[in-house]
């Protein structure tokens, strides 16, 4: 049964840092793209990272947000500084094995329940 458990969320005041992991078992994910949502409240699910042999961001966290992972522990990373209120939101951890390196979410094959981070001003 595949699995991606996510941690690392919690209360951050603004401009402060955080690291979400993001462990997934199952099967092995070497070949899929492994990526980082974000939803909040009354919003869209919005693609923040990912990360296959090289690494894509959204706009809105580019020179902020970090992606890397770990193939050995199978272990995807998400590293927030200078958090801003905006980016408050559930976020979420996901695999995708098409190899089309989409950003858009209903084309990701796996899911993680989520893990919320909330910035404070």
């Known amino acids: 049964q595949v699995q991606l458990v996510e941690s690392g969320g919690g209360l951050v005041q603004a401009g402060g840092s955080l690291r979400l992991s993001c462990a997934a078992s199952g099967r092995t994910f070497i070949s899929y793209t492994m990526g980082w949502f974000r939803q909040a409240p009354g919003k869209e699910r919005e693609f923040v990272a990912r990360i296959s042999w090289s690494t894509y961001y959204a706009d809105s966290v580019k020179g902020r947000f970090t992606i890397s992972r770990d193939y050995t522990a199978n272990t995807v990373f998400l590293q927030m500084k200078n958090l801003k209120p905006e980016d408050s939101a559930v976020y979420y951890c996901?695999?995708?094995?098409?190899?089309?390196?989409?950003?858009?979410?209903?084309?990701?094959?796996?899911w993680g329940q989520g893990t919320q981070v909330t910035v404070s001003s």
């Open positions: 996901a695999a995708d094995g098409s190899g089309l390196a989409t950003t858009e979410a209903q084309r990701w094959d796996y």
